[in-house]
């Protein structure tokens, strides 16, 4: 292993594009009873040969290896074989859907940092878990402003953020979070809260299950209606739902 040389930059994307090209793309809906190992070896040889057109005198796994990813074939062919996890396969539905959440207190006991003032009065309100080290979550936040900004009045947008959302609970760094919020402050123009003490993260993003984020949880009435992916077709039919109850009086 001390003598895989190491690689360019050129050839590390090369290898992580010749990764999803022969494994993830083709498998990603072959798992359990739907994977073919006859299919998977012929990947396998597939994706050596991308290895020799990148240069690599080495078998490609031996580069996977070293950064820690798989060991061997063996463990990226039961990697592909367990399938994604449940929260991400299609027709996914959060256990904690239905549950009721008090998104006052909640918001309350979190940290303001940005946007309007949350003042519970909503009947809608969107929970947007994210970290500041999550792509995806800055990506998503122009959409979710505009949509959030046509619904003033009608729906609440909450951004709350925890980097630690993943691991241990452990003190906020407010100045970065701060320094990264001002940074993208024309797209992140909904409300965005620090979750201070860790209670939104255990009490509401570890219970929905959606081990993803941006993790969106849809919240009618302190009743939860959706939890999941952003992108997700479930997510704009949640909001879309959402928006009609507002139409209707409150029951009591």
Same mark, same amino acid.
């Given at each position: 292993?001390?003598?895989?040389?190491?690689?360019?930059?050129?050839?590390?994307?090369? @290898?992580?594009?010749?990764?999803?090209?022969?494994? $993830?793309?083709?498998?990603?809906?072959?798992?359990?009873?739907?994977?073919?190992?006859?299919?998977?070896?012929?990947?396998?040889?597939?994706?050596?040969?991308?290895?020799?057109? @990148?240069?690599?005198?080495?078998?490609?796994?031996?580069?996977?290896?070293?950064?820690?990813?798989?060991?061997?074939?063996?463990?990226?062919?039961?990697? @592909?074989?367990?399938?994604?996890? $449940?929260?991400?396969?299609?027709?996914?539905?959060?256990?904690?859907?239905?549950?009721?959440?008090?998104?006052?207190?909640?918001?309350?006991?979190?940290?303001?940092? $940005?946007?309007?003032?949350?003042?519970?009065?909503?009947?809608?309100?969107?929970?947007?878990?994210?970290?500041?080290?999550?792509?995806?979550?800055?990506?998503?936040?122009?959409?979710?402003?505009?949509?959030?900004?046509?619904?003033?009045?009608?729906?609440?947008?909450?951004?709350?953020?925890?980097?630690?959302?993943?691991?241990?609970?452990?003190?906020?760094?407010?100045?970065?979070?701060?320094?990264?919020?001002?940074?993208?402050?024309?797209?992140?123009?909904?409300?965005?809260?620090?979750?201070?003490?860790?209670?939104?993260?255990?009490?509401?993003?570890?219970?929905?299950?959606?081990?993803?984020?941006?993790?969106?949880?849809?919240?009618?009435?302190?009743?939860?209606?959706?939890?999941?992916?952003?992108? $997700?077709?479930?997510?704009?039919?949640?909001?879309?739902?959402?928006?009609?109850?507002?139409?209707?009086?409150?029951?009591?």
């Amino acid at each position: 292993m001390a003598d895989t040389q190491e690689l360019t930059a050129e050839q590390k994307t090369g @290898l992580n594009q010749g990764f999803m090209k022969f494994f $993830a793309k083709p498998f990603e809906t072959k798992y359990e009873d739907k994977f073919v190992e006859s299919e998977f070896w012929e990947a396998v040889e597939g994706f050596k040969a991308h290895g020799k057109e @990148l240069g690599l005198p080495e078998d490609p796994i031996e580069y996977m290896k070293k950064k820690g990813s798989f060991p061997n074939y063996e463990a990226v062919r039961d990697y @592909l074989k367990a399938g994604p996890p $449940a929260f991400a396969r299609e027709g996914w539905v959060s256990e904690f859907v239905g549950e009721t959440v008090d998104t006052k207190e909640l918001i309350g006991r979190c940290e303001y940092l $940005a946007g309007p003032k949350f003042l519970g009065d909503e009947r809608v309100v969107v929970l947007d878990f994210w970290a500041t080290w999550c792509g995806s979550c800055i990506e998503a936040a122009p959409v979710i402003s505009d949509w959030a900004e046509k619904q003033t009045g009608k729906v609440a947008v909450v951004g709350i953020n925890n980097d630690a959302i993943f691991g241990p609970d452990k003190p906020h760094d407010l100045e970065k979070v701060k320094t990264a919020v001002e940074a993208k402050k024309d797209v992140m123009r909904y409300t965005i809260v620090v979750d201070s003490d860790h209670q939104a993260k255990n009490d509401i993003f570890m219970k929905a299950g959606f081990m993803g984020v941006p993790c969106m949880v849809v919240v009618v009435d302190n009743k939860v209606t959706f939890v999941g992916d952003f992108e $997700a077709k479930a997510f704009q039919d949640a909001l879309d739902a959402a928006i009609e109850v507002t139409a209707r009086p409150k029951e009591e």
